[in-house]
């Protein structure tokens, strides 16, 4: 991510630059508070991710009773189909029976059959003959109506449980919006987070580059007045010895008749005249080399993906915070601003949580959301610097 630029006001004070780390202190406060309100929101979201998923395992076991369920509710249909023929038939079939047992196959009246029998004994019979075959037919037609009002029940029982599956359903698919809404709003929040925290950085990074060139300003100019100071003192000499011997002789006389007082003004105004005019000839010295705006350190950086452990400090791997480093170089938990000039949208302040068994020196490993995205970043050149 490239970081905001921000314009410099021109003509700021030595005296104002050098308070700066008072600003600094203070921005760094709020960084701290920012980052932590980070922290905070990333843990929001991954309990809210878990949430969110119980929610879709939810509907996924809501779906499956609901399909189940119309399985049921056709195969109940079906049977009830075939019950109602079933009856349909075994009433058709008692029908037949009953005309059969009209005296062997005639069509005379069972009472008929009843009273041509040829004794006692076969009166008996076939008057018991007809009844259990009558109350034997009569018994499957009623158990038959009773298969298909229980098969009814259930078909309607199970409509209803459906019913209610499907109420159930749209409840939870309301819910599961809601909380992808809840879901956005804290990327979004995260974002603008991240982005303040970046604006915070960028500012004290730029301030501390003010302070750091106020200072070098500072100890220019005394460097200057040092050194003109010390090449003025030989010139006094050297105009004392130009001087006629005429001079120098009153000059000794009136050394040891007057006082030692009046001799010191006499050399201080001549100094002060000489110095004066070596200075205004004297050139500009070369402005001494300025440090990187970013005062980092220039090294290689790679990318990572999550191998399903904590990072060396415990924590939870994330893409755009994480980073591996040498410990040796970058303390473990140290903000460190990255510049990526190959792939810029890289480019931000991370930190560094974890360790790794090829990052030594001033490699820095990434970490990524996917194996594709590692591959594409590859190797670039980076300049970085511990906040």
């Known amino acids: 991510m490239k ?28 960084e701290s508070s920012v980052a932590a309100e980070g922290e905070v929101i990333s843990q929001e979201i991954e309990d809210l991710v878990s949430v969110i998923n119980k929610k879709y395992k939810a509907l996924n076991e809501i779906d499956t009773t609901i399909a189940k369920s119309k399985e049921t509710i056709k195969t109940a249909k079906q049977d009830i189909v075939q019950t109602e023929d079933h009856i349909a038939k075994r009433s058709d079939y008692v029908a037949k029976q009953m005309q059969i047992l009209q005296l062997r196959g005639t069509t005379k009246p069972t009472i008929l059959a009843l009273l041509d029998s040829k004794s006692v004994s076969d009166f008996f019979n076939r008057a018991y003959a007809i009844s259990v075959l009558s109350f034997a037919q009569k018994d499957k037609v009623e158990s038959l109506h009773q298969d298909k009002e229980k098969l009814v029940k259930l078909q309607e029982k199970l409509e209803d449980n459906q019913k209610g599956l499907k109420e159930q359903q749209e409840v939870a698919i309301v819910e599961k919006e809601e909380l992808d809404s809840r879901m956005s709003g804290l990327k979004d929040k995260l974002a603008n987070n991240k982005d303040i925290l970046e604006k915070l950085v960028s500012e004290r990074i730029e301030k501390e580059k003010i302070r750091k060139e106020a200072l070098v300003k500072a100890e220019k100019v005394e460097r200057t007045k040092k050194k003109e100071s010390k090449g003025a003192e030989p010139k006094v000499s050297v105009k004392a010895e130009k001087e006629s011997p005429k001079t120098q002789s009153e000059t000794t006389e009136s050394t040891q008749s007057d006082s030692e007082n009046q001799t010191s003004e006499e050399v201080t105004e001549s100094t002060e005249s000489e110095v004066t005019t070596e200075t205004e000839p004297k050139p500009k010295e070369p402005k001494p080399e300025e440090k990187p705006s970013t005062g980092g350190m220039s090294g290689q950086a790679t990318a990572y993906i999550a191998t399903g452990n904590q990072t060396a400090t415990g924590t939870v791997p994330q893409v755009g915070r994480t980073i591996a480093v040498d410990p040796g170089l970058i303390p473990l938990g140290s903000a460190v601003q990255i510049t990526v000039p190959g792939a810029p949208s890289y480019s931000g302040v991370y930190i560094a949580e974890d360790t ?27 300049t970085f610097t511990i906040l």
Do not use: H, Y
């Open 3 to 30: 970081l905001k630029q921000l314009l410099v006001v021109q003509g700021i004070t030595v005296l104002c630059l050098l308070v700066s780390p008072v600003v600094g202190i203070a921005a760094g406060t709020e």
């Open 356 to 382: 790794g068994g090829v990052v030594k020196g001033a490699i820095i490993d990434i970490f990524v959301g996917s194996q594709g995205e590692a591959v594409s970043f590859g190797r670039q050149s980076i």
